[in-house]
């Protein structure tokens, strides 16, 4: 993987015209307190230019490395609804001009921003914020070669050693995960999707798992065979369940265990999505592919004390003559009777019998979390707009566990928002005959149906087996069911806007830092 690794410069002092970086990006929010040694330089740029301090500029500077200066303002930051994606994206866009003026090791400088609150992994922030610009496709990569990135490395003025290694297992993370996330169907059909783990990991602490046989994912993931079972007729679009695991040196002291949707295409199936909905339909891996993220960030930062399992289902909801149809009755593999409401709700099914496994794992590990990660609905989108959407069970909520992972998140330019699972969720999905257990959905769409993001938790619980462990059970198992529907790509365009990464950076925060 070619993304921008970060790399150390004490001071501002360290850098000049002759040093080995070729610009330097200012990320400031306004030009009343600029660094001293530039201060006076933009400033008489500022009276002849009005664009200075108000958009990315490029000056041309005899004291900057490269003769590149860059000033990126972020705009004001003390408002009530600023946070730090204001520095995330002033560097995005600092970036974007160091490239095009032909820089390749660029210096990145944050002024007077991290003594903050909310602030204080600006820093961090803003070089992830460049990795977030400067991401190619892999296909492209493949096609034009790494040298369409152009840049290798990005130094970080007066980051420490700590800062530049966890800020580098993030942005690995990140990376893996918009590959997996953001290439096209046949490029990352399921078996290409495994072998890209596979190769992702070769060499890490990170054991990696695929089960390919049909006979033992039909025997072992029910509900997944259903949601791949016209893709069997094809055999590049044949199913695959990844798992991996990361078991860190010397005491366990949590267990972490993910499961993530892979689709990676979602025709919808015989519920078939029409007038145009289904562009952009294979980044619905999205959730398997931030959780393979995750994973690549553990296996580069290697946490003490925190085990990590994830398990992604990998599957290709196809339409055919063996495709699976509404009211169809399945028997999941924790034995309880699903009915299918509309076959473009396959994701929940897909990684349904994949958290009854996780389940039972958790049962005998050491202070457990259990988490699905999924591009789920479009009733996430609509209801919170570009944040994840954490919904929780109630030994989740007693831990106030979503709760931190929105705080972390609110640092790191990760934002997410958290709802209830409620009564009406459970009873949204009970069945309406003796023929079957559970409603899969109803049959309309998820945006336009009353809490739409918020019952598919529910019906994952119940396949899941996790109803039977909430806070009234001798063995509450803490569960987070996070929905990245509306953050998983940039501006909401699922056909052309980069992958976000989201979770990657709030997860690590919480748990490997």
């Known amino acids: 993987m070619s993304y921008a690794r970060a790399t150390s410069c004490a001071s501002l002092d360290a850098l000049s015209a002759t040093s080995e970086n070729d610009a330097l990006i200012i990320i400031c929010d306004s030009l009343d307190a600029l660094p001293q040694a530039y201060a006076e330089q933009i400033n008489t740029h500022a009276a002849i230019d009005s664009r200075v301090g108000k958009q990315p500029a490029l000056l041309i500077s005899e004291q900057a490395p490269g003769k590149r200066l860059i ?12 946070d730090v994606r204001r520095v995330f994206e002033a ?7 160091a490239k095009e003026a032909g820089a390749i090791k660029p210096a990145l400088y944050v002024h007077n921003i991290q003594q903050r609150p909310g602030y204080e992994f600006a820093l961090e922030v803003a070089f992830l914020g460049a990795n977030q610009a400067l991401w190619q496709p892999l296909e492209a990569r493949e096609y034009h070669g790494d040298a369409i990135s152009a840049l290798n490395t990005i130094s970080l003025v007066g980051a420490t050693d700590e800062q530049l290694k966890q800020v580098n297992a993030i942005a690995a993370g990140q990376y893996a995960a918009r590959d997996l996330c953001g290439t096209e169907p046949e490029r990352m059909a399921p078996p290409r999707f495994a072998d890209y783990c596979v190769e992702a990991f070769a ?19 029910p509900l997944l065979s259903t949601v791949a079972r016209a893709s069997y007729a094809v055999e590049r679009h044949h199913p695959r369940v990844v798992k991996m695991a990361y078991v860190p040196e010397g005491n366990v002291e949590r267990t972490l265990i993910f499961v993530g949707k892979g689709l990676v295409y979602d025709t919808g199936g015989a519920d078939l999505k029409v007038g145009g909905f289904m562009a952009g339909m294979s980044r619905d891996k999205g959730g398997a592919a931030s959780v393979a993220g995750f994973m690549k960030a553990v296996a580069e930062a290697q946490p003490k004390g925190v085990k990590v399992i994830a398990y992604l289902a990998v599957v290709r909801n196809s339409i055919g003559s063996d495709c699976f149809v509404p009211d169809e009755i399945i028997t999941s593999r924790e034995g309880i009777r699903v009915r299918i409401g509309n076959t473009d709700a396959e994701g929940r099914l897909a990684m349904g019998d994949l958290l009854s496994e996780a389940k039972e794992v958790a049962k005998g590990e050491v202070n457990p979390e259990l988490f699905t990660v999924a591009t789920l609905t479009g009733h996430a989108a609509r209801a919170v707009g570009p944040y994840s959407a954490y919904i929780e069970n109630g030994p989740a909520r007693k831990v106030q566990l979503s709760q931190q992972l929105v705080e972390q998140g609110d640092l790191w330019a990760d ?7 409620r009564r009406e ?18 049959n309309a ?3 336009v149906t009353a809490r739409g993001h918020q019952f598919p938790m529910a019906f994952l619980a119940i396949v899941g087996g996790l109803d039977k462990h909430g806070l009234d059970s001798e063995q509450p198992l803490p569960y987070v069911h ?5 953050s998983g790509v940039e501006g909401g365009d699922w056909q052309h806007g980069k992958p976000t990464a989201a979770t990657v950076a709030s997860l690590f925060a919480k748990y490997c830092r």
Not at 71 to 82: F, K
Not at 482 to 486: K, Q
């Open 71 to 82: 000033v990126t303002p972020t705009g004001p930051l003390g408002r009530d609804y600023d």
């Open 91 to 97: 560097a995005k866009k600092g970036i974007a001009v």
């Open 203 to 221: 060499g890490t602490a990170v054991k990696v798992d695929v089960i390919s046989d049909i006979a033992t994912i039909d025997k072992e993931y």
């Open 415 to 421: 934002c997410a928002e958290v709802s209830r699972s």
């Open 425 to 442: 969720d459970y009873d949204f999905v009970q069945p309406r005959t003796l023929a079957d257990d559970v409603l899969s959905s109803n």
């Open 445 to 447: 769409a998820s945006a």
């Open 482 to 486: 996070m929905d990245i529907a509306g």
